[in-house]
């Protein structure tokens, strides 16, 4: 059975940093393309940063531009865990933070192309 655990999340200061893993079992991960997205009450999950599957060109990564410069999202070299690197955190990150993976060829992050997903890990940023 396909699993995705999310860790690392928790409360942070303004300008902080915490890293975000998401750990596979079931499959591996090299063979997905990854993705993290994230939900506050009230809003449309989106897409956070993604990364194409290890074959072919190798893991090309794409940011919201909400983040870019400030989240890097990187794999594992064992295959199974897929980072998130969050630094200069703002109160506007705050949310539940969730992993999903999909078969698919590239670094889209279109949520309807991810069939398997984590049960989310909560990051707050606040003073």
């Known amino acids: 059975q396909l699993q995705l655990v999310e860790s690392g999340g928790g409360l942070v200061q303004p300008g902080g940093s915490l890293r975000l893993s998401c750990a596979a079992s079931?499959?591996?991960?090299?063979?997905?393309?990854i993705g993290w997205f994230r939900q506050v009450p009230g809003k449309e999950r989106e897409g956070v940063s993604c990364?194409?599957?290890?074959?072919?060109?190798?893991?090309?990564?794409n940011y919201a531009d909400s983040v870019k410069g400030r989240f890097t999202i990187s794999r594992d070299n064992n295959g199974n865990t897929v980072y998130l690197q969050m630094n200069s955190l703002k109160p506007e990150d705050t949310a539940v933070y969730y992993c999903?993976?999909?078969?698919?060829?590239?670094?889209?992050?279109?949520?309807?192309?991810?069939?398997?997903w984590g049960q989310g890990t909560q990051v707050t940023v606040s003073s």
């Open positions: 990364i194409s599957s290890s074959r072919g060109s190798g893991g090309t990564t």
């Open positions: 079931g499959f591996t991960l090299d063979y997905y393309a």
């Open positions: 999903a993976a999909a078969p698919v060829v590239g670094n889209s992050c279109k949520r309807y192309e991810y069939p398997y």
